[in-house]
C-alpha cells in the first residue's frame, strides 16, 4: 500500500497538519526539532497502536492538549484511523469509518518498518528487539502467527502464576503440556521464517554491504537447548524454575544472532555498517512482506544522512530503487540526499516530493 494522505492533530508539535505523499520517494527536510521524527513517529503510531521513542503516551499527546489522533488515507481509499484520549483513558481505531477492537485488525492492513540511527543500537543490545523485528516480519507473513504468539502469551503468564502459587505438580503439568506445544509451534514459524530471510538478506547485503555478504553468519536459538525436547528442559529446571517463580526457557526466550568470523557482528563492524546491515534486514524483510501480502510495506527512515558516508549513501539509494515501496526519510541536509535524488529517475522531480517542516507547520520545497 501507500500513504497517499497523512492528517495529523496535537501529536507532539504537530497540532494540526495534513500531508499529501509521493507513491514513492518523500523526503521532509528540517532543523533540529522541526518536527520530522514526529512525523514519522505518527505513522508508526498508527501502524503499531505505540510509538517507537516511549512507551509512555502523554509524550507524544500535545503539551496541554488531551487528545491526538492520526488518520491516513492510502491509494485505494481506504481510511485508517487512530487517537488518544488522555482524559477519558481510551484508544479509538477506525477502519474506513467504522470502529474496530482489535489493534491487530488495524495493523493488519498497513505494513510500517522503520530504521532510525537509534534502529541498529537497539537491535544489537539485547534479545527483545531482534525477537520484535523477527515477530513483526511474521505477523504479517503468516496469518495466524499473531494468535498462536497471544494464546501462547496466555499460557506463560498462567504458568508463571503456578509456578509463584507453587500449585502441584498435577495442575502444572497441564500448563508446562501447552507452554511446550505453543513454543513448539512457534519455533516451527520462525524457523521457517529465518530460513526465508537469510536467503532474501544476502540479495541485500550485495547492494549494501558487499565486501561481507558471504562471510556473514545467522543463527538462532529456539528459546531452549535445540539438542534437547522442551518438555525434558523445564523437567530438568523444575526446582529452579519453582523457586524463582517463572520460565526459565521457551518461545519468549527466541533469539536470532549475526556472526562475522564467529564473533557478535556488532563487536567486528563499525557503527556504519551495523546501520547499513540492519537497512539490508529490513529490506530483506519488506520484501518478504511483499512476497506473501502482495502489498508492499512503507518504509520509514529518520535521519537518513547519520553515521552514513557518500559511498554508503549512494548504495542506500540504489538499494530503495530496487525495493521500490513507498518511503518516507527524513534529513537534516539537503546534502545527505544528493545520491538520492540523483538515483530517483535523475532527479526528475516528479519522481519524489520533498517537503519542508519548520516549528511544526510543513511546506513543499
Ligand atoms: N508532547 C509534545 N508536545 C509538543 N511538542 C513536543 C512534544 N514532544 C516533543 N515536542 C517537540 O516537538 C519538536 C519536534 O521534535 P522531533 O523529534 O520531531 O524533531 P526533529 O525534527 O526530528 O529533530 P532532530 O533533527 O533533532 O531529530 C521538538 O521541538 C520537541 O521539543
Ligand atoms: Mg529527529
Redesign the pocket.
Known sequence: MSVVQLNIV??????NTSINFHPNLNI?L????????????AIFFLAHGKSF?TTKV????????QKLIVNIKDQAENSLGISRDLLTNTLVLKLNKHRIVKLSDLAKNIAVQIVT?ESFKLFFGGPKERRRFIDLGLFHVKHDFSNKWSHFNKIHKQRNACLRNKVSQQELAYWTNEFCNYSELIANDRECYVNQLKLELTKWLTILLPQLTEKIEIHYSKGWSSKKKLFDVLIENNERERLKGYCSAGAHKFDVKFTLHKQPLELVISRGQQKLFLLALTFAQAKLIEKVKQVKPILLI??IGAELDVNSRSALAKALELLSCQSIV?A?NKVDLAPLIAQSELGNKDNYKMFH?K??EISIE
Open positions: 496535537n501529536f507532539r508539535n504537530l497540532t521532509i528540517g532543523e533540529n526539532g522541526s518536527g520530522k521524527s514526529s512525523i514519522l513517529e521513542r502523554e509524550n507524544i499527546v500535545c503539551h496541554e492538549q540511527p529518520d535521519d527524513s537534516i517542516v516549528h511544526g
